[in-house]
């Protein structure tokens, strides 16, 4: 496999995958073409993870998902539905009778989002305390800005 990709057993506890079946996995993520960065490039905008989790209990109408988030605009998201949408990730259902307005749901695709977006937000549960400590000290001895 002269590709960059290796098969790597899916029992192996760091690419969190159940025992008894192969991925491949590329072995450099900064490669354009590694699925590794496509699945990076989703949950890598703030809102695309953020809609994902609110709608893991839909569908909702645009309405009802800011009520639900706050914080973000009506285009912001409407941007980040459709762009969730364009990847497979959340689909759009037009009006009903008992239900005025557009909704939007979760595909199978976006569902197994979910528990990387957890996964995510465990983290940063754990150790958000220290991302801010190091960024308050940072700010405080004029080091690296953004």
């Known amino acids: 496999m002269g590709d960059g990709r290796v098969k790597a057993a899916a029992s192996d506890a760091s690419l969190g995958r159940r025992s008894g079946t192969i991925r491949y996995v590329t072995t450099d993520p900064l490669l354009a073409d590694c699925r590794a960065r496509l699945a990076f490039d989703l949950l890598s ?4 993870a953020v809609l994902l989790w609110a709608l893991r209990e839909g569908p ?3 309405v009802e998902l800011r009520e639900r988030i706050g914080g973000i605009s009506s285009k912001v998201l409407t941007e980040t539905l459709r762009r969730l949408q364009y990847n497979g990730l959340v689909d759009r259902h037009p009006p009903r009778p008992d239900r005025p307005g557009v909704a939007y749901e979760l595909t199978a695709l976006g569902r197994s989002l979910l ?5 995510f937000g ?4 754990e150790h958000g ?6 960024q308050e000290a940072a700010e405080r001895s004029g080091g690296p800005g953004v």
């Open 129 to 134: 305390d220290e991302v801010m400590a190091a």
């Open 45 to 48: 905008h703030t809102w695309n």
């Open 115 to 119: 528990p990387a977006i957890d996964a």
């Open 60 to 62: 909702y109408r645009p």
């Open 122 to 125: 465990a983290w940063a549960f």
